[in-house]
């Protein structure tokens, strides 16, 4: 069985690829060093092909209950030492609702849907298109034109067609 945390992370690269933006990706990039020595590795690097702009996205899925949560606020410790800016994306229904708002209040969380569609395989809602505007803010590319209008709806119907489907 596929890791799912991996999975995540492997969709959120194709969601950011989808956008049709002159954007380099990558998995895996180690970036800086920790306090110990050790090289820091972040789950994706993102950068904006025409202005060199960077950023990094940590990606962290909960999708059955139990302890893990510490596993949050370490990644969230490690974005804010990131020597580039980095957001930590987040999915799951088990997260607590504390860690939620930690994660949220320090400017570098961003909760995404992760949700099993009627193939069985799973993708990603970007519900108001929040993880993508953060995206764009950081890599100094325009936003404003989807943060409106068509694309919340999209969004909208999209996550209330899950929703009726768990019911």
Known sequence: MA???NSFRDEVTEYIKSW??????????NV??????????????????????????????????GTAFEKFSY???DCLAS???????FA????????KSKLIMSGHGIEIKYVENQAGE???????????QRCYIELGMNWFPFAIGDHM????RRLMMYAEKMD
Do not use: H, S
């Open 3 to 5: 890791n799912m945390g």
């Open 20 to 29: 049709g933006e002159p954007l380099e990706v990558l998995q895996e990039v």
């Open 32 to 65: 800086g060093y920790r306090f110990v020595n050790t090289p820091r590795k972040l789950d994706i690097v993102v950068r904006n092909i025409q202005n060199n702009k960077f950023m990094a996205i940590e990606c962290k899925l909960q999708l059955t209950p």
């Open 75 to 77: 990644a969230l410790d």
């Open 83 to 89: 020597p580039i800016p980095t957001i930590l994306v």
């Open 92 to 99: 799951g229904n088990y997260i607590r609702d504390d860690m």
């Open 122 to 132: 799973y993708e990603i809602v970007d519900f108001k298109n929040m993880f993508k």
């Open 153 to 156: 709806d999209e969004q909208r």
